[in-house]
């Protein structure tokens, strides 16, 4: 019953417009990216193969856009289902403060921002990262790839209800397929 809801509420919802601006395609494989944590410890994309993914970019002007997704997030991930299951990558765009002084402070503010919500937010220095994945600047952008890497669902800009209902509902989706509840998901929840 669940299932077909998050199907029947997925379908319905899949016809909203996208937001105008540069994301990557529904279908787009996810390529492999570098990564660095404001702590310097370095990670990449790949090392999450085989897992859905969900891509939180932000600067620090639309860091307000999503705040009602992220706290339906931070539900989300707050009962634990999700752990280990979904690779969650928030990553700054910190590309503007690239140069001493401002790089020790933008480090430190994204350190203290890490151990606020308890997540470990990625640093784009040089605006790689946004560029790799196609995602816009100056705006927040949100992307959810499936285990097999292709994009489900990309928006940039702030999210109507609708559309963060419909995010939740594929997310649902794929976790429920990488933990073998649903063998295939539907196709039209994947294009």
């Known amino acids: ?18 937001a105008v601006g540069a994301t990557p395609p529904v279908g787009a494989q996810r390529p492999n990216v570098a990564l660095e944590d404001s702590w ?20 620090k002007s639309s860091g307000m856009l999503n705040t009602d997704f992220k706290k339906e997030l931070a539900e ?18 910190v590309s503007s403060y690239d140069y001493w002084p401002l790089r020790t402070f933008a480090r430190r503010s994204v350190q203290k921002q890490s151990i606020a919500t308890r997540t470990n937010i990625v640093c784009d220095w040089k605006g790689t990262v946004r560029q790799a994945l196609g995602l816009d600047g100056n705006t927040s952008n949100v992307v959810l790839y499936d285990k097999d890497g292709k994009v489900v669902f990309a928006h940039a800009g702030a999210m109507t209800a609708d559309q963060r209902a419909l995010l939740f509902a594929l997310l649902k989706v794929q976790v429920d397929a990488a933990q073998g509840s649903v063998a295939n998901p539907p196709e039209s929840l994947v294009r």
Do not use: H, Q
């Open 1 to 18: 019953m669940a299932r077909r809801s998050a199907i029947f509420m997925a379908t319905a919802l899949i016809a909203l417009p996208r």
């Open 40 to 59: 310097e410890r370095e990670d990449a994309l790949d090392n999450y193969r085989g897992m859905p993914m969900l891509v939180l970019y932000e600067d």
């Open 76 to 93: 989300v991930a707050y009962d634990g289902r999700y752990k280990g299951v979904v690779a969650f990558i928030p990553v700054a765009d």
